[in-house]
């Protein structure tokens, strides 16, 4: 069984990426 903690962190991580990429699609 998956540890929730490392889930979280993983879905932090992602959501952070997809943030990045779209600030950087809406100022380019």
Known sequence: M???RDID??????FQ???KERRV???A
């Open 2 to 4: 998956l540890n929730l």
């Open 9 to 14: 962190l993983n879905l932090l991580v992602v």
């Open 17 to 19: 990426q997809l943030y």
């Open 25 to 27: 699609a809406l100022v």
